[in-house]
């Protein structure tokens, strides 16, 4: 087995610090995008989104997660809550 894709995916997140995703994570939900933790795996690096997102709203981010349906599954997805 070919383990030459893990091992780089390994490199990868291990040179990403936590400050650093959660910096990435609150930029990509301010520009009014949304996030599912796949998306976060692959763009950040960040295989704990959750807890990412929980350290942005202690910081008082105003974060929603909402469920939506990928290949059967449900997933969080989160983006900014907006207040009138």
Known sequence: MDHSNF????NLFSTTTMTTQ????KAHLLSGKSLT???????????RLGARIYE?????MNIQ??????NGKHVAKY???YTN
Not at 37 to 47: D, K, R, V
Not at 56 to 60: A, F, I, S, T, Y
Not at 65 to 70: D, G, H, K, L, N
Request: a negative charge; hydrophobic letters at 40%; aromatic letters at 12%.
């Open 7 to 10: 091992d780089f995916c390994i």
């Open 22 to 25: 959660n910096e990435a994570i």
């Open 37 to 47: 933790g796949l998306q976060a795996l692959y763009q950040f690096g960040s295989m």
């Open 56 to 60: 942005l709203k202690q910081q008082g």
């Open 65 to 70: 997660s909402t469920f939506i349906e990928v």
């Open 79 to 81: 983006s900014l809550k």
